[in-house]
């Protein structure tokens, strides 16, 4: 039986683990999907238009026209990023979005910033296992420049993560968080 991508999506609700023969071939098949089109995104000139055609086609639903991205933009799944309105993602950030990325309003993204919604378990004999949880970018999120975001957290609505941040756990609305592991920094009033 060939698993379909809501079925997919539904299994990584549970917080599973990614172990079955049949899940990974669908992920194997979804990464070549991603690679062939996101290796056409990155691969010349696209207006801010013919980006958004391209995301659209990944992503498998019509992105807001407020959308920006300044390729290359890159992806191993593409079919659980979620984006709001007045968006924008700046060059060579990576989604590892199996299990769900949701950008909200009015989000600023800087370069080369990760977002990983996998991760291994520690034991050496389960490690090749992997397990997802979802990333959630409240409103108006701004993520500095080469800031990793892993898999589980949720960053209120206002927020800042600092250039350079790795971010481990949930990060509260209208506070700067910066570091490894990213710790608070000061209140936005």
Known sequence: MIMTLEEFKDFVKTGKPLDTEEIHQFMDRMSGEARRITFRLNSAYRTPGEVRAVL??????????????????????????????????????????????????????????????????????????????????????????????????????????????VVTKDVPANTVVGGVPAKFIKSII
């Open 56 to 165: 659209s086609e990944l992503f498998g639903y019509k992105v807001p026209d407020t959308f920006r991205v300044f390729p290359p933009f890159y992806t191993d799944f593409g079919k659980n990023i979620h984006v709001g309105e007045g968006v924008f993602i700046n060059a060579c950030c990576h989604f590892q979005d199996h299990g769900g990325v949701t950008i909200g309003d009015g989000c600023q993204i800087g370069h080369n910033v990760v977002f990983a919604t996998l991760n291994h378990f520690i034991e050496a004999e389960k490690r090749k296992m992997t397990y997802s949880a979802p990333i959630v970018l409240g409103k108006n999120v701004w993520i500095g420049s080469n800031a990793t975001i892993l898999q589980g957290v949720t960053i209120g609505d206002n927020a800042v993560v600092g250039a350079g941040a």
